[in-house]
């Protein structure tokens, strides 16, 4: 299994046990869903809950939360496209700066996959949530948060260069 870490701040982000898949070789889509949680040890009897008793249970403490959201505590922030894209260059230029140390022949295409993400990042700016690590670091990446076509499958996208694998 792989973990992936921001490689400016160290927070975890994800994880490979989550369906994910590489885009333009510049971004990993992966995919999330609301999952219940509940306060509290409960015992799993492994029984089928009804319908009824499934809403019980949320009316008892229990919550639905997004699992990649939960599983790395990631924590929600607000941009407008202003404020986005200063962070996005700053952000670029520190991951460029990164690469140019660690994996310099990945700098070119790194600079035009960005480049032509961040184009459609802008374009359907309205559509996305904006989450960091568990850090709040505001140097460090920016999760982001979308549905697919259908309107309620939600998936987030990281930037591939600002994510750290270690093996488990």
Known sequence: MLLYSDILTGDEMVSDAFPMKLVDDIVYEVDCQLVTVKAGADVDIGG????EE????????ATQVNNVIYSFRLQSTQFDKKS???YLKAYMKAIKTKLMETNPERVEAFEKGAQSYA?????????????????MNPDGMVALLNYRS??????FS???????????
């Open 158 to 168: 990281f930037w591939k260069d600002g994510l750290k694998e270690i093996k488990l």
């Open 48 to 51: 089928n809950p009804s319908a």
């Open 119 to 135: 184009k459609k990042l802008v374009a359907s700016f309205k559509d996305f949530e904006f989450y960091t690590g568990e850090a």
């Open 150 to 155: 259908d309107g309620i499958t939600p998936y």
């Open 84 to 86: 986005y894209l200063a």
């Open 54 to 61: 499934t809403e019980e249970a949320l009316e008892d403490g």
